[in-house]
């Protein structure tokens, strides 16, 4: 991945998936744009990291000519998105890589707990941000006339076009909402499935510009809300879960990163517009 930019978002915490992604990517060679938004960690049960922690031991992991870049915003703020992307951008001048990493934890519920601001804040900050900031990346990489399309089109001089290897690689995050219930996630799990759902369609129209965009699906990763003194939920039968899983364990941040990051490379490139599960058989077991 050398001469490659990425910019992952949601890089807040050394024990993130965020984190895990822009480590292996720099210790592939690629300039890493990390975003963060501290604010949403001090809320949680888990709480913030220290962010000079989080840059220092990135930094460390960058190989010769590679370069590293940080920036907080909310994104949950439509404004604040496209600044981020230029700010990415001007790192190195160019953006190859963009993964939407960014999630909100907190303040969900069942169904009988929904309320109009719980669901939008999910929504802006899970899906609606997701989206917009693949539009703008995908803008760095084309000239297409940006009018509005109607059901069907195609994106102006995109079609036919061939490409010898993608021109940019977008990665989203889903979660397990497909593969079995998510009590007490709905406006989490709602905008997940959202992402999931509609992968096909944006992975279709960004193939025209060269632009491969896979979905992953980290399955249950322990990022500290698996921790008992950190935990935001119910650890009661946890123990009898994890000693059904076939691999003895659940996920570690670098589990889903070694995935992404191999995605990201030229054997990935094959590998298109997918929702993959990478789980250790949890759904299985």
Same mark, same amino acid.
């Not at 190859?96 to 707990?113: E, P, R, T, W, Y």
């Not at 803008?139 to 061939?162: I, M, Q």
């Not at 590998?271 to 759904?283: A, E, M, P, R």
């Given at each position: ?5 990425? $910019? ?8 993130? /998936? ?15 744009? /990390? *975003?963060? @938004?501290?604010? *949403? ?33 909310? $994104? ?10 230029? #700010? ?16 909100? +934890? ?5 169904i009988l707990d929904m309320t109009p601001e719980a669901l939008d804040a999910f929504w802006d900050t899970n899906t609606r941000s997701t989206l917009l900031l693949t539009r703008a990346f995908a803008l760095l990489k084309t000239d297409v006339p940006t009018e509005a399309a109607r059901p069907g089109d195609r994106l102006g001089s995109g079609h036919g !076009? !061939?490409? +010898? ?23 989490? #799990? ?44 119910? $650890? ?17 941040? #670098?589990?889903?990163?070694?995935? /992404? ?21 949890? @759904?299985? #077991?």
């Amino acid at each position: 991945m050398h001469g490659q930019t990425a $910019l992952v978002t949601g890089v807040s915490r050394r024990r993130g /998936i965020g984190f895990a992604v822009a480590r292996a990517f720099a210790r592939l060679g690629a300039s890493v744009f /990390i *975003h963060h @938004y501290s604010p *949403h960690d001090e809320d949680q049960p888990w709480g913030a990291d220290d962010l000079s922690g989080v840059v220092g031991e990135l930094q460390a992991e960058l190989t010769e000519g590679a370069v590293l870049g940080e920036m907080s915003a909310d $994104l949950q703020d439509t404004e604040q998105i496209q600044p981020l992307v230029d #700010a990415a951008h001007a790192l190195t001048g160019s953006l190859d890589i963009l993964v939407c990493n960014q999630a909100k +934890s907190g303040g969900d519920g069942s169904i009988l707990d929904m309320t109009p601001e719980a669901l939008d804040a999910f929504w802006d900050t899970n899906t609606r941000s997701t989206l917009l900031l693949t539009r703008a990346f995908a803008l760095l990489k084309t000239d297409v006339p940006t009018e509005a399309a109607r059901p069907g089109d195609r994106l102006g001089s995109g079609h036919g !076009k !061939k490409f +010898s290897k993608p021109t940019g690689r977008v990665f989203w995050m889903t979660s397990g909402q497909g593969h079995g219930p998510m009590r007490g996630e709905v406006a989490y #799990a709602t905008s997940k499935a959202a992402l999931a759902g509609v992968t096909a369609t944006v992975a279709a129209e960004l193939l025209e510009l060269g632009i491969v965009l896979n979905t992953v699906n980290p399955g249950p990763v322990d990022t500290g809300y698996l921790t008992p003194d950190a935990t935001d939920r119910s $650890l009661e039968g946890v123990q009898e879960l994890l000693d059904a899983q076939p691999f003895g364990r659940f996920g570690e941040p #670098a589990d889903p990163a070694k995935l /992404i990051s191999w995605l990201a490379t030229d054997d990935g490139a094959w590998i298109v517009g997918q929702v993959l599960t990478s789980d250790g058989g949890f @759904y299985l #077991a």
